[in-house]
Structures are given as C-alpha cells and as structure tokens.
C-alpha cells in the first residue's frame, strides 16, 4: 500500500467551505488508473484531477479527472483547481494548454483578478427520448414545474448532461435525486448526469440558477459548483433562451441549497462551427490530505 498527498482546492467561491471542493495529485505519472481511481473513492469529492506530463507538443500537462465511481473526459472545477495549484506550486504565466480526454483546452490566468478562464470544446446537443414523467419523479419534482417553453436537452461541452428547465426557483429547494434511476431514465445516454436550472435567482444580479445531480455511476450525489454544466447552460441560453444573440456574458449560480454557493461566469459566442463556452472563476487552497492507495 502507498500513500500520496491530495491537494484540497475550492473553486468557484473564497468563503471558507463554500463553492465547489476539488481534489488534486502531482507527482502520479507512476500511478495507474486503478490507483487513480482508488485514490478519487477515498478522497470523496465529485472530482479529483490528477496533473501529468504532457503526451502531446506544445501542450503544457496533461490532467485526468476521477469521480468516486469513474473517470471523466473532463471536470470544469477540477480543471481551475489543477491549474490554481499549478500556478501556486509550479509555475505562474498567463496562458495554459492542456491535454484532456475532451480535447486540448486553454486556461488563462489574469494576475491582477486572480481569475481563470477556461475553454470548453463547442457545445453539442441532442434530444431528450426518455419519458418526462419518470425525469421528475427521479429528481423530486411534478411535471407542472417544468419550464415548457424550452426544451429538455442533453448538451456537452465536453462531458453530457441533461438541462432541464424549472419555472420557479421554490422547486429546488424540494428536489430529492434518485440517482440510481437516472441511467434507466436517460436510456439515450445512460451516463449523463441530470441539471435542472431556472431563469429565476437567489441573488437578482444574477442570470441563472441551477442545481447538479450526479449520473447513476459517478459515486456521488450532487454537485456543488458545476464548470463544464454552467458552460453548456450557457450555450443553451445563447440557442434557445436569447436566440437573437449573437453572444451572451452570464453570471450563474449554484450550490445554494447545499450550502455551498458559489458563482460560475460564463461566456458563450456563435460562430460558424458551433456556439464556444468559455467559463471563469476563483479558486483557493485549502488544505493537504494524505492519502492511503
């Protein structure tokens, strides 16, 4: 059995215990994806990101992202996390490529914010075939409450989920996921995980609010502080909330229901081979946990 040191960051929020918490290894190009993974189900957070060298020129690490339960193409948070302790153990500059299982993207730090700026891969969507009915009962909610003027849709910007429109922000509060149901459900796309969201906010100089349930076999139950879902929400706004734009800057909000409310900044712009997400955010250390494997 070994042991590793397990960075604990929070991005998205710097009050202490708030936004979204993010595990981060360096040091683990020896480790294997079993131990990978192992490591990620004993740190317990939504995501742990594991920063290697790169594979690929002109690319400067490259970073794989765990769940408790498996591994992602890519994690929004867990992305600004790695690159905050980069710059704080390593090396600082303001431009980062990195090699991910969703691509290669880039992250800019603005040194006078202390903000990072992450790209997203174009946004995709496709349609919701399940049945609606078993969708609310799995997240704790009537159909009544559902948003119809906008479509159910699964997107990605790099890893899927549902976005599913609410009416009212007092929905939130009452949703209870049956995560387990969810891969019955999404008989489409069985591992996506589930974001309902609302034009309705806590804070009203805010754009949209949402919450983040974790797919049947991630190991946990809900998200905190979404990166790569508020990206793709935000390209979903852009297509079908404010269709006559050609681009649209957003402030979202999440985690408020669990305590754990932070504020995600989301850019989203047509052109002519997709809509392109970029998101920004903050992100702060908190503490080094030691982990057996």
Not at 184 to 200: G, K, M, R, W
Not at 214 to 222: A, M, V
């Amino acid at each position: 059995m070994g042991k590793i040191k397990v960075s604990h960051y929070q991005v998205f929020s710097r009050v202490a215990n708030q936004g979204n918490p993010a595990g981060v290894v360096f040091g683990g190009e020896n480790l294997t994806t079993e131990e990978m993974q192992t490591i990620a189900k004993k740190v317990g957070f939504n995501e742990t990101a594991f920063v290697l060298p790169p594979q690929e020129k002109e690319t400067d690490y490259r970073i794989r992202f765990f769940t408790p339960g498996h591994e992602m193409d890519l994690c929004g948070h867990g992305t600004m996390a790695a690159v905050w302790g980069i710059i704080q153990k390593i090396e600082k500059k303001d431009l980062f490529y990195l090699e991910t299982k969703a691509g290669v993207l880039a992250v800019r730090y603005q040194q006078k914010t202390e903000e990072l700026l992450m790209e997203q891969a174009s946004a995709r969507f496709l349609p919701f075939i399940g049945e609606v009915k078993d969708l609310c009962e799995a997240i704790g909610i009537t159909m009544e409450e559902l948003d119809l003027r906008y479509p159910i849709l699964y997107g990605s910007t790099g890893v899927w989920t549902l976005l599913v429109p609410i009416k009212k922000l007092s929905s939130f509060e009452k949703m209870k996921p049956k995560n387990h149901r969810f891969s019955e459900i999404l008989v489409d796309n069985p591992y996506a995980s589930v974001h309902p969201f609302s034009l309705e906010t806590y804070d009203f100089q805010v754009d949209l609010h949402g919450r983040h349930f974790s797919s049947s076999f991630s190991g946990t139950t809900e998200d905190p502080v979404t990166g790569t879902a508020s990206g793709v929400m935000g390209a979903y706004y852009l297509e079908q909330i404010a269709q006559n734009e050609t681009k649209v800057s957003l402030f979202i909000e999440q985690g408020n229901e669990m305590g754990r409310p932070g504020l995600v900044r989301v850019l989203a712009e047509k052109s002519s081979v997709g809509t392109q997400v970029m998101i920004a955010g903050i992100a702060s250390f908190v503490e080094e946990l030691e982990i057996d494997y």
